[in-house]
């Protein structure tokens, strides 16, 4: 049985060129070249909304630079040793 779908695209004549150029020169199918360069933009994308929603932690929490984050973590770090010291 087969593990892949096949599927029909439309591409500008340029990009593909580009595209079978590309995968020539890295030795690859075109079919792999494009699955590669999904697979980049669906992690791309991913990382984009994982940014965005951290930031959005960060402003909600007041933090709002580098500095902001150091002092919490050791003011996280102060009271781990707290807890563990018995104090």
């Known amino acids: ?5 096949l599927v029909s695209i439309s591409i500008l004549p340029e990009l593909l ?3 079978e150029k590309l995968a020539k020169e ?8 494009i699955r590669e360069a999904l697979r980049r933009y669906i992690s791309e ?3 984009q909304k994982l940014t965005q929603y ?4 960060a402003a909600e929490a007041g933090i709002e630079t ?3 984050v150091l002092r919490l ?10 807890d563990q010291s018995g104090g």
């Open 45 to 47: 994308r991913r990382w």
């Open 17 to 19: 060129a580009e595209a």
């Open 26 to 33: 890295e030795n690859r199918t075109r079919s792999e070249l």
């Open 66 to 68: 580098e500095e902001d």
């Open 73 to 82: 973590i050791d003011e996280y770090r102060r009271e781990q040793a707290d």
């Open 54 to 57: 951290a930031r959005l932690k």
């Open 1 to 5: 049985m087969r593990t892949t779908k």
